[in-house]
């Protein structure tokens, strides 16, 4: 069986969507026309994935999210103008690709927008190949990961929080990673 080529979101035309489940939701770092809340089928947010560079380091890593397989996921999807197609894929390789643990893949969102429209968007799933995947840990274990984490974009703590915040913000939950965030916060001890 042949393999199925992907196009490479650079050199295809009009518009770009992004879509963003992590730190792109607060963060995202370029340009763009709007952004609507999205859901995407077929993959979920996890914190699955050793941060080497932003979160932590090799030493001592931090722990940040990733699209995994099954489920779905809300999140935020950009639309980026044509024109500046090329720059904000060069940003987000930069930014997504530092140690190439998740692939850069075109999936189909539905944003959640009066229409309910249906596009193909920019995501960065997680590669479960990759020596960072985490796979699925304890809650127990994600606390301690995030507790020592600290990289090139800050504390690992603060990380989690500010997606948590971006995720109420669209008037969602993230069961797991609100638990998380009680326990960061020290609400609450996390439920092994």
Not at 22 to 51: N, T
Not at 65 to 74: I, M, N, S, T, Y
Not at 98 to 108: F, I, K, L, N, P
Request: glycine fraction near 10%; charged fraction near 25%; charge should be positive.
């Amino acid at each position: 069986m042949a393999a199925i080529a992907h196009p490479d979101p650079i050199s295809a035309e009009g518009d770009l969507w992004v879509f963003g489940y992590g730190s792109l939701m607060w963060r995202p770092g370029f340009d763009f026309i709007e952004q609507v809340p999205a859901r995407l089928i077929g993959e979920h947010r996890a914190l699955c994935v050793y941060s080497f560079v932003h979160r932590g380091t090799p030493e001592k890593p931090g722990l940040v999210l990733g699209l995994d397989r099954g489920g779905a996921c809300r999140g935020v999807a950009f639309r980026v103008a044509a024109r500046h197609r090329a720059k904000v894929v060069a940003y987000l390789r930069e930014r997504e690709q530092v140690t190439s643990v998740y692939r850069e893949v075109m999936r189909s969102v539905w944003l959640e927008n009066q229409a309910r429209d249906r596009v193909s968007a920019l995501a960065y799933v997680v590669d479960r190949g990759h020596a960072q995947y985490a796979g699925r840990l304890s809650p127990a274990e994600q606390l301690r990961f995030v507790r020592q984490g600290h990289g090139q974009s800050g504390i690992n703590r603060d990380y989690v929080l500010a997606t948590v915040a971006a995720i109420e913000a669209q008037g969602c939950r993230d069961k797991p990673l609100h638990q998380l965030a009680i326990a960061l916060r020290g609400d609450a001890p996390v439920q092994a």
